[in-house]
């Protein structure tokens, strides 16, 4: 089996950066949030070389003694060990921007051993940093970036949007959670891509506009990358548009979820206005829908309201999941907004994954 390797930067990816860019002395010595418990955790259940890049501007000159710089990056790699971190290969260029050359990164030269090397897995190795010259190198090693810092959304800020050492420990040992469905019948033609551990994004087109505002709740909300695109007989009426829609979708969550190792598993309540909706589920593995919602008008936008129900149902058989749906209140945009966005924050609860406790939540030890 080919060796994978991970290409850590140390200045804002270990430690943190100071303004002046130089870590030459102890006092500005700080590591960074998280690294010890989960580079320690990389290091000891995964197979990764570990190599560490660095860009040290100047090393060696008159602006950046070396007699500066070691004694402060010996202890910085004695504490890692002491943590269990090792590292196999170390690689520090001292070049400056302005020089050109071709050893600093996002340059290749120092790490010519490693291209087209018949013993290294390029292509499943990654690169921690936590700068764009971080990502830059990634993609001229042709190997994948993790970037710490990088918000998933960046109108929310917040940490569970955010690149941190616990989200990287989580995709190098459990893998990312993603799907893609194509489903053509006579009737439709739909392509959905899932990201469960995404930022919000959506590219929703199913020809409905009421039916992909709600649809993108689900996205938004559950902070999963989601695209549909469903082309259907809308010639016709709104049925297979919306029902194939739901089953594609659905099974597209199921593909994502895999072998639901770590997952919360159960997961919401919530007020829009004059509205209250609670979304309960189960990821158990058996479909089942109990639906209390009622809705008089025919129509919200170009949406049956009749084919609420059924997509629900449809999304619960095609997912294997358990949903209870109930809401109350005057304003039926209202309502079944606020039965999509609790759906949203009840499948952000339940996909939630902790990989230190990596076990099927089940007494039978099948989900």
């Known amino acids: 089996m080919k060796q994978r390797l991970l290409f850590i930067d140390r200045d804002g990816t270990l430690i943190e950066e100071p303004a002046d860019e130089q870590i030459d002395s102890f006092e ?8 010890f418990k989960n580079l320690a955790f990389i290091r000891q259940k995964l197979d990764f070389k570990f190599v560490m890049v660095s860009n040290q501007d100047g090393l ?6 070396e007699d500066t710089f070691w004694p402060v990056h010996n202890f910085i790699l004695q504490t890692l ?8 290969d170390i690689k520090i260029d001292p070049h400056f921007p302005e020089d050109n050359h071709p050893n ?11 291209i087209d090397n018949p013993d290294y897995d390029l292509a499943n190795s990654y690169v921690i940093g936590d700068r764009e010259s971080d990502r830059q190198l990634a993609e001229n090693l042709g190997c994948k970036a993790l970037i710490l810092g ?8 917040s940490q569970e949007s955010e690149i941190t050492w616990s989200r990287i420990a989580e995709i190098l040992f459990a ?15 739909i392509h959905v891509r899932l990201n469960i551990d995404g930022s919000g994004k959506c590219d929703i087109s199913t020809g409905l506009g009421f039916f992909d505002h709600m649809l993108e709740q689900i996205g938004k909300h559950g902070m999963m990358d989601l695209m549909i695109h469903t082309k259907g007989d809308l010639h016709v009426d709104e049925h297979h548009t919306i029902e194939d829609t739901a089953i594609a979708l659905g099974e597209c969550i199921l593909q994502a979820l895999g072998d639901k190792r770590g997952i919360e598993r159960y997961g919401y309540c ?6 209250l909706c609670s979304v309960a589920l189960d990821f158990g593995g058996r479909p089942w829908l109990v639906w209390d919602a009622e809705f008089h008008r025919e129509r919200i936008g170009e949406m049956p309201t009749e084919m609420f129900l059924h997509f629900f149902k449809s999304l619960s058989d095609a997912a294997k999941m358990n949903l209870n749906i109930k809401a109350e209140g005057q304003n039926e945009h209202h309502k079944i907004e606020g039965i999509f966005k609790a759906l949203a924050r009840a499948l952000k609860m339940a996909v939630r994954r902790d990989i230190y406790h990596y076990e099927l939540p089940s007494t039978k030890g099948l989900l």
């Open 150 to 157: 990088d918000h998933f959304d960046e109108g929310t800020g």
């Open 81 to 88: 060990e002491g943590e269990g971190i090792t590292f196999d």
């Open 270 to 275: 919530l007020p829009m206005d004059d509205c």
């Open 104 to 114: 600093r990164k996002p340059g290749t030269g120092m790490l010519t051993e490693y």
């Open 28 to 35: 500005k010595l700080k590591f960074v949030k998280g690294v």
């Open 60 to 65: 060696g000159t008159d602006a950046f003694p």
């Open 175 to 189: 893998g990312e959670r993603t799907a893609e469905v194509r489903r053509t019948t006579k009737e439709t033609d």
